[in-house]
């Protein structure tokens, strides 16, 4: 087995491993003011944990395999005196990141968005349609290069990726294993 | 292309969106005869121009709002949420 990091324009990766946490709470609530990131927007946080406001009220947490545990504690530790939902999806979702310069040629002919930089810059986050699939998109770039996360239910995460590496294959879509620094964890 | 703007998420193309009827009052069913219970469920008025309507966006932010639109021309003027919504967002 070759150990080459690929070099292409256009990758595609399994993130499923990666820890996804769903949280609903109210957008102006005690929990919605300490997670602090608005609907629409991503950040990630001092422990590596990229808190994505996927909806209104709603938040999608990613973070390294395993750490579902430590994440659900420390958003419960929010004594928040308003309803609170929050549940580990991790077997319940599919993630792929795909990176590159020539996403912003792929993604076009899979989801109707902008993914121009001044609609959807580096942070950005949103819920559409990708390949007829109900898909959160989360821009989340790294070392330089443009990435977009891409979240939906577990039973379409197989369809999607083949969608994408179908859409990409005019572009070298090159498929790359999961990696720890795919969660952009700190070292 | 028909682009409706939903309150949370812009414009987006409206197969994202699911059509869920005129909006009108919903009488109390405790006070209300057979027969505006009947007209409350079944008959639309189905305007050739401006009618305000809900939509769900399906494969957005997962949401009911209210839109006017004038159904000759699609054009749509204004957008809301409901109006419980807003309050438990004050």
């Known amino acids: ?187 | 292309m028909i682009l409706l703007p939903c309150p949370h998420c812009g414009p987006r193309n409206a197969s994202e969106f699911r059509y869920a009827g005129e909006a009108s009052t919903r009488p109390d069913p405790n006070a209300t005869t057979p027969e505006e219970w009947r007209a409350y469920l079944y008959i639309k008025n189905n305007p050739a121009g401006w009618t305000t309507e809900k939509w769900f966006h399906r494969t957005g932010c997962r949401r009911y709002f209210t839109a006017e639109r004038h159904t000759v021309t699609n054009e749509v003027r204004e957008t809301r949420l409901p109006a419980a919504r807003l309050e438990s967002n004050s």
């Open chain 1, 1 to 187: 087995m070759s150990a080459r990091r690929s070099l292409a324009n256009l990758r595609i990766a399994d993130c499923t491993p990666l820890t996804k946490v769903f949280v609903q709470a109210f957008e102006k609530g005690m929990l919605a003011r300490d997670l602090g990131v608005e609907f629409g927007r991503a950040v990630r946080d001092e422990n590596g944990t990229l808190r994505i406001g996927s909806g209104p009220g709603e938040w999608l947490l990613l973070a390294p395999p395993g750490s579902a545990p430590e994440v659900v504690e420390r958003v419960e530790a929010v004594r928040a005196e308003e309803p609170v939902s929050v549940v580990d999806v991790t077997h319940g979702r599919a993630l792929v990141r795909i990176s590159g310069a020539k996403t912003v040629d792929l993604l076009p002919k899979v989801c109707g968005i902008d993914m121009s930089d001044s609609i959807t810059p580096d942070g950005a986050a949103f819920r559409s349609s990708v390949a007829k699939v109900l898909t959160d998109v989360v821009r989340d770039d790294g070392e330089g290069t443009r990435s977009y996360l891409l979240h939906c239910e577990r039973s379409f995460g197989q369809y999607l990726f083949d969608a994408l590496l179908d859409a990409g294959e005019e572009f070298g879509i090159e498929i790359e294993g999961f990696a720890s620094n795919n969660s952009r964890s700190p070292e």
